[in-house]
């Protein structure tokens, strides 16, 4: 292959200028969104970008304030040495539990790294070959002289080749494809070695091999092996997409397996103090047996190992239950809508349902769902930076009709050939080597891992001091042994008794641990990520990246698209100015033939679009951006006979439509006259502006005197006074001689002027209803919204003003007066711009870097190409379902999956509710740790024993871990979320009221269960009884559980004085708080010797039903104590490490 793609092949070179470093980086960007493999591509072909002054996630001054902070990271896009850094200084029990939604960069390198050297091996050996080849040329063209010459070729050859054999062996073990059969060509095709129709077509993809695509037929002799028409595709017929679906295989590729139920329990079983705690109960066991014998001696033991279990079960349900829903989003984040043409009508289907011979239509933005050959178009570009590492435009034509799977298309439009899906494809090959990664950490997870890091050294120290002084108290004769075996007295106790005892004391004090340390924390981030994504889906909003979530609700702005966001998207033709006329669209003035003619030309010829009409009668169905389909709806209104327009012409030159040019133009050839005549379609003061005539009814030009031009700029002002986006045509006739011929047509720049204006009309698209309620909503929670678009600023105006965007006191601007201005001045005057119209995607970006500057937490909506820097510059970027392009929706965290600003207002309710969630759990979690440790601590302190049993303590850690994050963490957002301000970036997780709450709740509980503690014989009337030590101790442990579970109700509505608002809808949380007490009426009344329980009276029912209650009043009451606004905790969280060690981690992070 001599052309210059094959040259450029064999000896590229990487790149190494800074700009094209940068365009490469940001090329990268969808390939490794959807692998997060950004090791994939050797260094040299995707850098990391040059730094820019403003351009970070966080600025330099937050960045000198969390230097010392290790379990803070960056909202977005934080660097991997800090998620080391993190890991590594948290307290975690069970390690493979807390961090399983984390990345495993070991385990990523890997794969990359043995993925990396596949392809280099492979891509060299194929080079070597090519280069084998082009030398053999060379020497048959113009032989050699001498022998040794000709042995060394022919050695480099035998070796080329099997090497190529080799790695390419080594390739298919690594990627095993799966081949299916198909009917054999006939002639020339079924004689070539006996491969099958797909293995050739694969062949000549990857090769990119011209010589055999000819040897096949072309791309027509493709067509008709695969039984595919170039004009109406394949038949729609499910059963026959099926059926070739089972013939050549489907567009998916193998995922990993969900893991199975049981890898979780093996999970929840390498916590180590319940690996200690079921040590505890085997030697419990064995020394109760040997004591008391098998009937009496198995109680304890079993009880402990039994409660172990319980805890482990329970946790692996709910941790099993999260994965899969995980797995469920993760599949619909791969789910790409493309359109294909089947049975002549164009259609949406999903990337799974391709098969061989489909015909795909590409635009702007999409990404090739499957490798194919180009069947026809314009300006077709593609970026293949995502499989070959090389940031220079791909141009496909029918000379190199090759695509790519999984490439981007930069420019132009065309339809391409499907000839290879899922495994068949390296695309396919490359996502089931690399798998899913679900792997990431939330600021939020990463916060909390920190509080619990901090409540775990507290705990960890007083399971230390109880353990101490327990054995203390034992071995000095002031505290029973186990099972009553008296006390302690030297040289007379046995020493399975003291082991026994020791093994006692050493259960209570892990346990301890165990409900100490708060492993539920951060996993609760996770479970409220896990329901919120779920729920978010049913509100129309596919989450990408979890952080967005909770990011959403600390939201101050929301840059917005007008089109389709706040407007309904469904557009149609209202005024028509038409001949120097300007009607209504249904009262056109009376045109001549020729006139009727270039504007039907203008019509179907410049657009991108298509119109099926049903063999069988109806409505013709239009296919296409709303603005296209309103356009061809009214050419058709006219009679239009689309199909039958676009033959009397042919397509020379196209020039796209973009958000920058904001017009789009076609050169066509007359094929009855062979008259070239250029048409311009686009914003109408942009073509106005390259207009020097206007086209007469006559069919005559005439010239656009001042004064006609200012009648029409007007005409435009009142089209957008009405809320209208006016669309103008205007046309020019090029010399045959001026327009170029064979290549030089394919680079051929159409001429933009002077134009001749054909037409202008007017498009309503009315607002959605309800956009302006969640405007306001938005603006109630202290958000501003700025309505960003291009149309005219007449028109952005009104629709700002129709939708509550743009009221008194707010400004309007143009994106190039906002250019224009300084760096302060923008600062200045940003605050009150509400909209900007006629703005670039640059102009967008710009702004939204000023407000990041501003400390704002900025959200921006985005649908094209373009808007993917800045998707991925914002806080949260929010690119639409519809509308968007794959390019706009990778580099976006969350999908608005109906286009609908009420869907944004949506999303930020759930994000706040994420974070309102958390706290409410932190709140309950923090006072079930301060009452029990305080309570096991001066109890084992002042007695020397414990009035809670490990057994206990495990049901009691069940309750505030697992079942309470349930509970407390899956609350539904409410409106009253929105009546708030936005939570800052640097605001404490605890708030001054969780603490007031947590103090009054825990002091509460502490005083009355250590009063029941050290007094509550006597005020029981107990004393005198046998077993009032037990009674006593069963009470203390029946009131500590129902404190826990009213206090759960309390958490719900840490500052409503109302606790019950809300508490029936949330079915959840009754469900688990009625659980938990009929559970926790089976273990005092009929688990007795499991629990170290006794049965107790009506009458201590009530007490401990009492004494729970208790603490709604006192939360009512305390709602009314006033709190500062300043902080009481601004907790400096310190590793789980020494200092050095953290300094140490990160100087190997930097370098």
Request: one cysteine or more; aromatic letters at 6%.
């Amino acid at each position: 292959m001599s052309n210059s793609r094959n040259k450029q092949q064999l000896h590229h070179i990487p790149p190494t200028s800074l700009s094209k470093d940068d365009n490469l980086h940001s090329s990268c960007t969808s390939f490794l969104d959807h692998t997060n493999a950004r090791s994939f591509l050797s260094d040299d072909h995707c850098p990391p970008p040059p730094s820019r002054r403003g351009d970070n996630t966080h600025n330099e001054d937050s960045s000198d304030q969390d230097a010392d902070d290790v379990f803070s990271i960056p909202q977005k896009h934080p660097p991997s040495p800090s998620y080391q850094r993190w890991k590594k200084a948290t307290l975690a029990l069970n390690a493979s539990r807390r961090f399983r939604y984390t990345a495993d960069f070991e385990q990523h390198e890997r794969r990359i790294r043995r993925l990396r050297a596949t392809t280099h091996a492979v891509r060299a050996a194929h080079r070597f070959q090519q280069l084998i080849i082009h030398d053999d040329c060379r020497s048959t063209d113009a032989p050699f002289q001498g022998h040794s010459l000709d042995k060394t070729i022919a050695s480099s050859q035998q070796y080329g080749d099997s090497l190529k054999m080799e790695l390419t062996s080594m390739s298919r073990e690594s990627y095993p494809s799966v081949h299916s059969t198909a009917t054999a060509l006939n002639g020339h095709v079924s004689s070539m070695r006996q491969e099958t129709l797909q293995d050739k077509l694969a062949a000549s993809l990857q090769d990119r091999n011209e010589h055999l695509l000819e040897e096949l037929g072309g791309v027509g002799g493709v067509a008709a092996a695969l039984e595919t028409s170039l004009e109406n595709g394949l038949p729609s017929d499910p059963q026959y997409i099926q059926k070739r679906r089972d013939d050549f295989g489907s567009n998916t590729y193998p995922q990993q397996p969900p893991k199975p139920f049981y890898c979780f329990v093996l999970d929840a079983c390498k916590d180590p103090t319940l690996i200690i705690l079921m040590f505890c109960a085997m030697l419990s066991l064995g020394f109760g047996i040997k004591s008391h014998g098998i009937k009496e001696g198995w109680y304890d033991g079993a009880s402990i190992a039994f409660a172990v279990i319980l805890v482990v079960l329970v946790t692996s349900v709910s941790d099993y239950r999260q994965s899969l829903q995980f797995l469920n989003l993760s599949k619909e984040k791969r789910n790409i809508v493309v359109h294909v043409i089947r049975g002549g009508r164009k259609m949406q289907v999903s990337i799974f349902d391709l098969v061989l011979g489909d015909l795909v239509t590409l635009s702007i933005g999409d990404q090739v769902p499957a490798d194919g050959l180009f069947v026809g178009g314009h300006s077709l570009v593609l970026n293949e930076s995502s499989m070959t590492g090389e940031s220079e435009p791909v141009h496909v034509d029918s000379k190199m009709p090759f695509l790519l799977s999984g490439c981007k298309v930069a420019d132009g439009y065309g339809t391409m050939l499907v000839t290879g899906v899922g495994m068949s494809t390296e695309w396919g090959r490359l996502m089931a080597e690399l798998g899913d990664d679900i792997g990431e950490e939330t600021p939020l997870q990463v916060r909390l891992n920190g509080v619990a890091t901090f409540v775990g050294q507290v705990g960890l120290s007083v399971a230390l001091l109880v353990l101490l002084i327990l054995l203390i108290f034992y071995f000095t004769g002031h505290k029973e042994g186990a099972n009553n075996s008296g006390k302690y007295r030297a040289h007379h106790t046995s020493s399975s008794t003291i082991i026994n005892s020791i093994v006692d004391i050493l259960a209570i004090a892990i346990t301890i641990v165990v409900v100490a340390v708060p492993e539920g924390l951060p996993l609760a981030v996770t479970l409220s990520l896990a329901y919120a994504m779920k729920k978010m889906m049913a509100d129309r909003a596919l989450v990408r990246r979890l952080a967005a979530c909770e990011t959403m609700g600390s939201a101050t702005a929301i840059c917005t698209d007008k089109t389709g966001t706040l407007t309904l998207n469904v557009m149609t033709v209202v005024k028509v100015w038409l001949a120097d006329e300007y009607r209504d669209a249904d009262r056109l003035p009376s045109i001549s033939k020729g006139f009727e003619s270039f504007l039907l030309e203008a019509i179907a010829q410049n657009s991108s679009a298509s119109v099926f009409v049903p063999p069988e009668g109806g409505e013709p169905e239009v296919m296409g951006s709303p603005t296209e389909k309103a356009v061809l709806m009214w050419g058709l209104q006219m009679g239009m006979n689309f199909n039958h327009a676009r033959t009397l012409s042919k397509i020379l030159q196209v020039e796209t439509f973009n958000s920058i040019k904001k017009r789009a133009g076609v050169a066509v050839r007359d094929l009855q006259s062979g008259t070239v005549r250029v048409h311009w379609k686009g914003a109408a003061e942009i073509v106005l502006e390259n207009c020097d005539s206007m086209l007469a009814a006559d069919e005559s030009a005439q010239p656009l005197m001042a004064s006609k031009r200012r009648e029409l700029i007007n005409t435009i002002e009142g089209m957008a006074a009405q809320s209208l986006r006016c669309i103008a045509f205007g046309f020019k006739e090029v010399p045959v001689e001026e327009v170029p011929s064979g290549e030089q047509l394919d680079v051929w720049k159409i001429p933009d002027g002077p134009l001749t204006l054909l037409a202008m009309v007017g498009i309503k698209d009315p607002c959605r209803p309800g956009v302006q309620e969640a405007v306001q909503k938005c603006q109630a929670a202290g958000i501003k919204v700025r309505m960003l678009t291009g149309d005219n600023i007449v028109t952005a105006k009104a629709i700002a003003v129709e939708c509550g965007i743009l009221v008194q006191g707010g400004i309007a601007i143009e994106g190039s007066t906002f250019r224009n201005y300084s760096d302060a001045m923008r600062r200045a005057e940003l605050p009150n711009i509400s909209v900007m119209a006629r703005s670039s995607p640059t102009d967008k970006l710009l702004m939204i870097r000023t407000l990041k500057q501003m400390k704002e937490v900025v959200a921006v909506t985005g649908d094209g190409t373009n808007d993917a820097p800045a998707l991925h510059e914002a806080d949260i970027g929010l690119a639409m379902g519809i509308q968007g392009t794959e390019v706009a929706k990778e580099s976006s965290d969350i999908i608005i999956l109906d286009d609908n600003f009420e869907t944004v207002v949506k999303v930020v309710r759930w994000g706040r509710s994420i974070y309102v969630n958390i706290q409410k759990f932190i709140q309950f979690q923090l006072t079930v740790n301060a009452a029990a440790l305080t309570i096991n601590f001066v109890a084992a302190v002042s007695s020397g024993d414990v009035p809670l049993t490990a057994v206990q303590l495990l049901w009691v850690n069940l309750i505030m871990d697992t079942l309470g994050a349930l509970a407390l963490a899956t609350e539904p957002p409410t409106d009253e979320l929105l009546e708030r301000l936005p939570v800052g970036r640097k605001e404490p997780l605890i708030t001054n009221i969780m603490v007031r709450n947590l103090l009054l709740q825990a002091a509460y509980q502490i005083l009355v269960l250590l009063t029941l503690q050290f007094r509550g014989k006597r005020l029981l009337g107990l004393e005198g009884r046998p077993n009032a030590t037990d009674i006593n101790n069963t009470v203390i442990f029946n009131a500590f559980v129902l404190c826990q579970l009213f206090n759960e109700v309390n958490a719900r509505k840490p500052e409503t004085l109302n606790i019950f608002q809300g508490l029936f809808q949330h079915r959840l949380f009754l469900g688990i708080v009625c659980s938990t007490l009929v559970l926790q009426v089976i273990i005092v009344e009929f688990l007795n010797r499991f629990a170290s329980t006794v049965k107790l009276s009506w009458k201590y029912w009530a007490l401990c039903i009492v004494i729970g209650f208790l603490s709604w009043p006192i939360a009512f009451v305390g709602k009314f104590i006033s709190v500062p606004k300043e902080p009481y905790l601004r907790l400096e969280l310190r590793p789980w490490r020494s200092n050095k060690s953290v300094q140490d981690e990160r100087g190997e992070g930097l370098e």
